[in-house]
């Protein structure tokens, strides 16, 4: 599949599965108590560093290898299956010493639901990873549409019932099933699920290096909603992953098909010996000039949207979220620091870049949170920048660029943030002309901003203007077309100046 077309068809799938995500859990967070929810979210934080162990079976390793055959395939479900077994068995047998800790009855049997659920997606994730390998981007779709409308589903539905924090797990539980048995349908080859002895090694070894990198990354993101909710209380856990997830929304909206077809394409590109330096610093340039705008309206925003998206009993959030946000701009090279270093053969750079960053930003945020929630947001804006050097370093290690490189690529994604946000900050200052509806608010403060991110990209010549004014019927009387041709005058009228 054309790359530009996989993108597209990622970037749709990745839209659809997080507006489901959302809507159900918007619909969850105006049913169940902000306790309720901090309870799910610690049970979700245990689980994600476990299987952030299943990394040590990586996808990543069926797609970037040269060549496989089936024995090379089941010699790579066996090891996926070893390691969730493994991984199954630790959460199992921790599970009665978690409830005892936490002092919430019940939370033995939600994780031995999401037990039951990850011995099921060995199958789905095989799958998976043959289908990116493949580019079959569409069928991967279907796979992470399905997954994401299952689990929305069986979540509303058994919370409109009154079921409380368990209901995630069964809705893992019914997503995963769901999940494997249309991946088979997809891909009808059963001989992959046979069991191989021989040829362990190879993704063993792979697995070794990116499992340990992914499970410091895990650890990061699950150790602090842990300590907050251990610290603090589990409302205050609910709170800190709702600001988290917030400020992560622009990433998933924007950049969402950024980090699926990165890899592939940075693979491609290095085969063909092309200018990894460019690719990666013209990537940049594209990420800051959407990601840096959006965050900067979340800053200027959260009041409405956190109105809008969780409802008034989350107010809370909004306080936090101009700061989340802010920190959050220092991350705008995560998606494809990954896909770079990997692609250059410095899987093990990539696992000493983790072992820095991810304990010590950890260690941070747990310290800030004995001083309080807010401490612990706060927190953020040292995480970011410090996550950004060091991973900036290693990335310079094999694809030199300089400080001012970066800054000639970056310069336009501040300028579009400034100017993006500039009308939506004036209609707060005035109280959006008495208009209390947040979602009416939003829909006040959008057209300023797409004004202004338009304005800026003429302005400071971003390369976007290309592909803007490259878009079927710009000719026609529209809002870009009208700003284009203003451009274009002005630079002839420039240029036959005396």
């Not at 306080?319 to 770079?340: G, H, K, Q, R, S």
Request: hydrophobic share 60%.
């Amino acid at each position: 599949m054309e790359l530009r077309l996989a993108l597209l068809v990622t970037t749709g799938d990745r839209y659809v599965s997080m507006a489901v995500n959302f809507i159900s859990l918007a619909v969850v967070a105006r049913l169940m108590a902000p306790e309720d929810f901090g309870v799910a979210v610690l049970g979700a934080a245990i689980t994600s560093v476990a299987v952030a162990a299943r990394e040590f079976a990586s996808q990543t390793w069926l797609i970037q290898r040269q060549e496989l055959s089936t024995p090379t395939v089941r010699s790579f479900f066996t090891v996926m299956v070893l390691v969730t077994l493994l991984i199954v068995g630790g959460i199992y047998g921790a599970a009665d010493w978690i409830e005892q800790i936490y002092d919430r009855e019940g939370i033995t049997f939600y994780l031995h639901l999401i037990c039951l659920a990850l011995l099921i997606e060995p199958i789905s994730q095989t799958i998976g990873g043959l289908l990116r390998r493949e580019l079959a981007f569409g069928k991967v779709a279907i796979l992470n549409i399905t997954n994401a409308m299952v689990y929305g589903f069986v979540i509303v539905e058994l919370v409109a019932l009154g079921m409380t924090f368990e209901a995630f797990g069964w809705a893992w539980l019914a997503s995963a099933s769901t999940t494997s048995v249309v991946a088979v349908f997809l891909r009808r080859d059963l001989r992959i699920f046979v069991p191989l002895g021989a040829g362990l090694l190879e993704p063993l070894r792979f697995g070794a290096y990116n499992g340990s990198s992914a499970l410091l990354h895990r650890t990061f993101e699950a150790l602090p909603l842990l300590a907050v909710g251990h610290i603090l209380n589990v409302a205050a856990t609910g709170m800190f992953q709702r600001v988290l997830t917030v400020a992560q929304l622009p990433d998933r909206m924007l950049l969402s098909g950024v980090i699926s077809v990165a890899l592939p394409a940075f693979a491609r590109e290095a085969r063909k010996g092309g200018n990894l330096r460019q690719a990666y610093l013209r990537a940049i340039e594209y990420i800051a000039a959407f990601q840096w705008p959006a965050l900067a309206l979340l800053a200027v925003l959260a009041d409405p949207i956190i109105l809008m998206l969780f409802g008034s009993q989350w107010t809370d959030v909004a306080d936090l979220l101009p700061i989340a946000a802010v920190a959050w701009m220092f991350f705008f090279t995560a998606e494809i620091n990954y896909p770079v270093l990997v692609v250059c053969g410095a899987i093990r750079a990539n696992l000493i870049r983790a072992a820095i960053i991810y304990p010590a930003s950890g260690a941070l945020i747990i310290a800030a949170a004995g001083w309080g929630l807010e401490a612990a947001v706060w927190s953020l804006l040292i995480v970011g920048p410090f996550q950004c050097v060091v991973s900036m370093l290693f990335v310079r290690r094999v694809v030199a660029f300089s400080a001012w490189d970066l800054l000639a690529h970056a310069w336009r994604g501040m300028v579009l943030a400034l100017a993006a946000s500039i009308g939506p900050l004036l209609l707060t200052q005035i109280g959006f002309l008495g208009l209390t509806n947040p979602v009416v608010q939003l829909l006040l403060a959008a057209p300023l901003a797409g004004i202004g991110w338009l304005l800026a990209i003429l302005a400071t010549a971003h390369p976007l203007r290309g592909s803007l004014s490259g878009v079927p019927g710009a000719r026609s009387n529209t809002l870009v077309a009208y700003l284009l041709r203003i451009s274009s005058k002005r630079r002839i009228r420039s240029s036959t100046a005396p």
